[in-house]
């Protein structure tokens, strides 16, 4: 069963910067991608950044940076110059079995797996 257990979030100043963590357990060797979702107040679920397991290749929105320890089974997403639109509940989640143009597409139905997400909050 994959599990994934989100990390890292927290308050910060508007320009500062966070990591988050995600902890995955229970993925194949290969074949699977890896995203960062955030829900903000008020707004719909959106993808801010993915990983494909098979070739590396990723994609990430702006100021993030989405990296993957293999060695850790650990997503992580660096997030710099921060702002309070930052604000919202961020969340890893796993896709598998899918192509590359399917998990970097924003939308949510390949990913099968969710974390409990973690809350930043952005302050001005």
């Given at each position: 069963q994959v599990q994934l257990v989100e990390s890292g979030g927290g308050s910060a100043q508007a320009g500062g910067s966070l990591r988050l963590s995600c902890a995955a357990s229970g993925l194949p060797d290969s074949g699977y991608c890896l995203g960062w979702f955030r829900l903000p107040p008020g707004k719909e679920r959106e993808g801010v950044?993915?990983?494909?397991?098979?070739?590396?290749?990723?994609?990430?929105?702006?100021r993030f940076t989405i990296s993957l320890d293999n060695s850790k089974n650990t997503l992580y997403l660096q997030m710099d110059?921060?702002?309070?639109?930052?604000?919202?509940?961020?969340?890893?989640?796993?896709?598998?079995?899918?192509?590359?143009?399917?998990?970097?597409?924003?939308?949510?139905?390949?990913?099968?797996?969710?974390?409990?997400?973690?809350?930043?909050?952005?302050?001005?």
């Amino acid at each position: 069963q994959v599990q994934l257990v989100e990390s890292g979030g927290g308050s910060a100043q508007a320009g500062g910067s966070l990591r988050l963590s995600c902890a995955a357990s229970g993925l194949p060797d290969s074949g699977y991608c890896l995203g960062w979702f955030r829900l903000p107040p008020g707004k719909e679920r959106e993808g801010v950044a993915y990983i494909n397991s098979i070739d590396g290749r990723k994609y990430s929105k702006g100021r993030f940076t989405i990296s993957l320890d293999n060695s850790k089974n650990t997503l992580y997403l660096q997030m710099d110059n921060l702002n309070p639109e930052d604000t919202a509940m961020y969340y890893c989640a796993a896709a598998l079995g899918y192509g590359w143009s399917s998990c970097r597409s924003g939308r949510e139905y390949p990913y099968r797996y969710w974390g409990q997400g973690t809350q930043v909050t952005v302050s001005s």
